[in-house]
């Protein structure tokens, strides 16, 4: 089948690369115009772009993939399906119209459950255990497209967003070229998502770092392992903004009653902090303008001790 590829960000990049080496053919992959990133603001070309470019495929860039430029150009490759992933544009009903047989799209959960920017990291913050991910038909509304396939995983207790989009990504190329086995021979079926059950994911705010913590420790530790890369969970300790890349949720007793927040040892160990309920063991921490480190060398170099206090700042 001819197959146009819409994707942007690192997620996208095994479902390429598995479509790249299958007998399929792709005449065209779409992403993300180029941007300035990093430190000296170098103009660079997405994840997906750089996959392609070394596969000597066909690249389009467009601001808009609605206008009507964009429309005649991917109207010109005579596609069979149009495959997205992680793309970072929505789609018109005339983009939509355009393949042959249909437009697919691999979306990070097991919808209705998280539909939206960020189901990685909303899985993570909202304990869940499983997850998976799902190949739909994509249609108009946000990700409430029926399913052709879905694939659940577990979901680790020493998962991170990071390490479980990892998993999820792979899930994911492979769940799509299945799905693709079944369109080209005919035998698939659609299923339609149940709206009551349908939970939104929206892009993560810099708010949603913030660590409260009158919190249960449990939570706390969640939201820590879910809110990475970005915003990363933070609190702030001697007036300035305390990253925390890595904790542990503890369950001891002290001699005393502390306040949310309260160190109540400090050691090679970690620094552990109390929570609304239970304990949290804070293992890797960044001051701001300070480079990332352990809590043991953190508590060698700050001098942090029991009975200092976290406090969450006004964002």
């Known amino acids: 089948m001819k197959i146009v590829f819409f994707g942007s960000s690192h997620f996208a990049v095994p479902a390429l690369e598995v479509l790249i080496k299958s007998p399929h053919e792709v005449v065209c992959v779409v992403t993300q115009p180029d941007k300035k990133r990093g430190r000296h603001l170098h103009l660079s070309g997405t994840d997906i772009k750089n996959t392609a470019v070394a596969a000597r495929l066909k690249v389009f860039q467009p601001e808009d993939v609605k206008s009507v430029e964009s429309v005649d150009f991917l109207k010109r490759f005579g596609a069979d399906v149009f495959v997205t992933a992680a793309y970072g544009q929505i789609f018109s009903q005339e983009v939509l119209d355009i393949p042959r047989i249909m437009p697919l799209n691999i979306h990070a959960s097991l919808l209705p459950r998280y539909?939206?920017?960020?189901?990685?990291?909303?899985?993570?913050?909202?304990?869940?255990?499983?997850?998976?991910?799902?190949?739909?038909?994509?249609?108009?509304?946000?990700?409430?497209?029926?399913?052709?396939?879905?694939?659940?995983?577990?979901i680790k207790g020493g998962d991170t967003a990071l390490t479980l989009e990892e998993r999820l990504r792979v899930l994911g190329a492979g769940l799509l070229m299945e799905a693709l086995k079944l369109i080209d021979a005919r035998e698939y079926r659609l299923f339609d998502q149940d709206e009551d059950k349908a939970i939104f994911a929206?892009?993560?705010?810099?708010?949603?770092?913030l660590i409260q913590w009158h919190n249960h420790a449990a939570v706390i530790h969640d939201q820590i392992r879910g809110v990475l890369p970005w915003p990363g969970a933070f609190t702030s300790y001697r007036g300035k903004t305390l990253k925390v890349f890595k904790s542990s949720h503890?369950?001891?007793?002290t001699g005393h009653n502390p306040a949310p927040g309260e160190v109540v040892r400090a050691d090679k160990h970690g620094i552990a902090v109390a929570c609304g309920r239970g304990f949290l063991n804070l293992e890797e921490l960044q001051f701001e303008s300070g480079k990332r480190m352990s809590a043991s060398d953190f508590v060698i170099g700050y001098k942090i001790k029991p009975g200092d206090v976290f406090v969450s700042p006004v964002v």
């Open 202 to 209: 929206p892009k993560l705010k810099k708010e949603d770092g």
């Open 250 to 253: 503890l369950v001891f007793f």
């Open 115 to 154: 539909r939206g920017a960020a189901p990685i990291n909303w899985a993570i913050i909202n304990s869940d255990k499983k997850t998976g991910v799902s190949i739909m038909y994509v249609s108009l509304k946000m990700d409430s497209g029926p399913i052709l396939l879905q694939k659940e995983t577990l």
